[in-house]
């Protein structure tokens, strides 16, 4: 993950938005997850890399006023809208934490469980803060990610080339930030040798059509992704509206429907053992 003001997807009000779009779509799959986990009331929860706490306020709905959830992020200004939401909310147990992912130590507590969501692929050293992360869970905590497996695998029906190399271009954005945008392939292997059981691997993919609701997901990104490369001079304008225009396109063609990226769910629980 770059600093606040490279951060390869930006932080201004439209991706604010965009978050919020995506947490809703993404709700009922992070809500199974954390159900399956043992996410529960009076425990204390870590939701790692924030961004702007939509997941924040439902876990601290989930473990209620006698539990705790502790949200990080490096990110003042999406930390800034959360705090204002945890304020005008009056809740008293979520601790909202401005750290650097990458460098600084994160606070000693024993958590009941780790929430993170598309977090690992930005950073510039998962595996370190993998580490970092696990130290956090009491023996028997639960950590949940989705993180991507397989960008590549996001395409449309009917293909177009403009909207591959518009995924390739993100893809390549990523990497040149420090992140990795298929960073899920290595997370289990590392959560092993961490001393974690891997008790469930999960791949989720759609295949949505126009109209359905997870449709919205994508489509939000592509609008988003293709203004923030041309702010970082990673593609014309011109490039960006054949990109938009060539989805719309697709998306009113016949039978029309596109595979998301793949995300893996992975849970795995803490042994417990040295956390020096």
């Known amino acids: 993950m770059t600093s606040e003001s490279g951060y ?3 932080t201004d009000d439209e991706e604010v938005a965009r978050l919020g779009l995506q947490h809703a779509v993404w709700r009922p799959r992070a809500t199974a997850a ?3 986990a043992g996410f529960s ?5 870590v939701d790692l890399g924030c961004g702007p706490g939509y997941a924040t306020l439902d876990l601290a709905e989930i473990v209620g006023p006698e539990g705790r959830v502790v949200a990080i992020d490096q990110s003042r200004r999406f930390l800034d809208v959360l705090r204002a939401r945890v304020r005008a909310l009056a809740l008293r147990h979520v601790e909202v934490l401005e750290l650097n992912l990458d460098e600084a130590p994160l606070p000693r507590l024993s958590a009941d469980g780790i929430w993170t969501r598309w977090v690992y692929s930005f950073v510039r ?26 960008y590549g695998a996001w ?3 009917p293909r177009s080339a403009e909207f591959e190399r518009f995924v ?7 990497r040149d930030a420090g992140g990795e945008p298929d960073i899920a392939r290595e997370l289990p292997r590392w959560l092993e040798e961490l001393g974690c059981e891997v008790r469930s691997l999960s791949p989720l993919v759609e295949a949505a059509r126009p109209g359905d609701h997870f449709w919205e997901w994508p489509t939000a990104f592509v609008a988003s992704g ?3 490369l041309v702010e970082l001079g990673r593609m014309s304008e011109a490039e960006a509206q054949a990109v938009v225009g060539a989805y719309r396109v697709s998306s009113r063609a016949a039978g029309a429907f596109q595979l ?3 995300v893996l769910e992975i849970i795995a629980v803490s042994r417990g053992g040295d956390r020096t």
């Open 8 to 10: 390869v997807l930006g």
């Open 34 to 36: 954390w159900q399956r």
């Open 41 to 45: 009331r009076g425990q204390t929860i």
């Open 125 to 150: 050293g998962p595996g370190r803060l993998l580490e970092r992360a696990v130290r956090l869970l009491k023996p028997g905590g639960t950590i949940v990610m989705h993180e991507y497996a397989d």
């Open 155 to 157: 395409q449309t029906s």
């Open 168 to 174: 390739a271009e993100v893809m390549k954005s990523w």
């Open 226 to 228: 293709t203004r923030r």
């Open 260 to 262: 998301t990226p793949t």
